[in-house]
């Protein structure tokens, strides 16, 4: 696939541009547990930001093809800054499935950027006057630092008394983000915990968690075949592969960098790159980032049509994406692992790049959406026609 919007190619080639730069404050990042403002500030000027708003507020509504592009692009250069920007654009997708009231608030400026709390740890109860009242603690908000608006899950009672989960959507204002993020890997997310206190939130700003895995809320204009009605956890999931793809990539390169002028220490070997081991090594992870890539091909495919058509992938065929990008994300780890084993001994030092890819890749690995067990089971069970036993599809 290529892009053939002029506009996003744009912004692809301006975020290739900005690769060193972005790299050479992952540093800055992790000392600091939050990606410098330098490098918001560059990714919102080269467009980005505006890559998933909706074209008649003024976005660029990219294809889900373009969006991961851009994502391994800005992966490849940072571990940290590719993470948040993960999150950022998929919520602010995810603000296309709110009612037009919503969106309208959301997008007005065309370039905006949402973090998200899945987990329903908050209550939302009816306010007098209309309205919800939110109240909670959401941990590990991804990019709340940075972020104008945030997407909070909470309980809110049913008509039978039964806690429902629903997305509430507030400003980032309205909460208060804790300093708290002090983790071994993804240091530079800054994916602190959030809270809300008594925090007023219009009806508008309030819809069904399920609808939204669904893609069935009301009260919008942006529904049927426009091309952009991907179905969300699909569509996180292209979007969290095309990130550890974009850490191999990127792992890969500091590794090749490295070789020049480098032995193996105890050996006869003065010239690393002259030794077969070396050899095997390099070309297995290049074609586990390959391997990789090419069924990245089907699931982008395979969302587009429905997108195209209007239509939402089945039960199978969501999990089919769960399991076939969880894949990718192994085979993205295991080469950066190979490439790290690869390294010597002074890869470890904080100086040497690589060792915070290697650290960056097998934390977020763990992350509960991208989990290789998880996903395998989802898709095992679709494979042996069982039921899937999640509505994350």
Same mark, same amino acid.
């Given at each position: 696939m290529t892009t053939t919007d002029s506009a996003v190619a744009s912004v692809l080639d301006e975020v290739t541009s900005l690769a060193a730069t972005l790299r050479e404050n992952g540093?800055? !990042?992790?000392?600091?547990?939050?990606?410098?403002?330098?490098?918001?500030? @560059?990714?919102? %000027?080269? #467009?980005?930001?505006?890559?998933? $708003?909706?074209?008649?507020?003024?976005? /660029?509504? !990219?294809?889900?093809?373009?969006?991961?592009?851009?994502?391994?692009?800005?992966?490849?250069?940072?571990?940290?800054?590719?993470?948040?920007?993960?999150?950022?654009l998929g919520s602010v997708w995810m603000i296309s499935l709110f009612p037009d009231r919503a969106q309208e608030e959301v997008y007005a400026g065309g370039s905006v950027r949402v973090s998200t709390g899945f987990t329903p740890s908050g209550t939302l109860t009816p306010a007098e006057g209309g309205g919800y009242t939110l109240n909670g603690t959401w941990k590990w908000l991804t990019g709340c630092r940075g972020a104008q608006w945030a997407i909070l899950a909470g309980l809110l009672e049913g008509p039978?008394?039964?806690? $429902?989960?629903?997305? !509430?959507?507030?400003?980032?204002?309205?909460?208060?983000? *804790?300093?708290?993020?002090? !983790?071994?890997?993804?240091?530079?997310?800054? +994916?602190?915990?959030?809270?809300?206190?008594? $925090?007023?939130?219009?009806?508008?700003? $309030?819809?069904?968690?399920?609808?939204? @895995? *669904?893609? +069935?809320?009301?009260?919008?204009?942006?529904?049927?075949?426009?091309?952009?009605?991907?179905?969300?956890?699909?569509?996180?999931?292209?979007? #969290?592969?095309?990130?550890? /793809?974009?850490?191999? %990539?990127?792992? /890969?390169?500091?590794? /090749?960098?490295?070789?020049?002028?480098? #032995?193996i220490t105890y050996t006869s070997w003065t010239d690393q790159s002259q030794s077969p081991v070396t050899q095997i090594q390099a070309a297995t992870a290049a074609n586990k980032i390959a391997a990789a890539e090419a069924l990245q091909e089907g699931w982008l495919t395979l969302l587009q049509r429905h997108a195209d058509a209007g239509t939402q992938p089945s039960a199978e065929e969501r999990s089919e994406v769960r399991g076939r990008a969880a894949f990718a994300i192994q085979l993205a780890k295991e080469a950066v692992d190979g490439l790290y084993e690869a390294s010597g001994a002074s890869v470890i030092m904080r100086d040497v790049p690589l060792q915070r890819f290697h650290r960056d890749v097998r934390g977020l690995a763990l992350h509960a959406l991208y989990a290789f067990n998880s996903n395998m089971e989802v898709h095992g069970r679709s494979i042996l026609g069982l039921a899937p036993d999640t509505p994350f599809l």
């Open positions: 540093p800055e !990042a992790e000392q600091r547990r939050w990606i410098p403002e330098a490098n918001v500030e @560059l990714l919102d %000027k080269a #467009g980005v930001f505006r890559l998933t $708003v909706p074209r008649r507020f003024g976005g /660029l509504e !990219a294809p889900a093809a373009d969006q991961t592009r851009v994502l391994t692009e800005i992966a490849r250069a940072d571990t940290a800054t590719g993470w948040v920007s993960m999150i950022w039978d008394g039964t806690p $429902v989960p629903h997305a !509430a959507l507030v400003p980032v204002s309205d909460i208060t983000i *804790a300093d708290d993020w002090h !983790a071994a890997a993804a240091a530079g997310t800054g +994916s602190s915990s959030v809270t809300a206190v008594d $925090v007023t939130v219009p009806a508008h700003r $309030v819809v069904g968690l399920m609808d939204v @895995l *669904a893609g +069935s809320t009301g009260d919008r204009s942006n529904t049927g075949a426009d091309g952009r009605n991907y179905a969300l956890i699909p569509l996180l999931m292209a979007h #969290g592969s095309a990130v550890f /793809l974009g850490m191999a %990539k990127g792992a /890969l390169e500091l590794f /090749l960098e490295r070789l020049p002028g480098r #032995g």
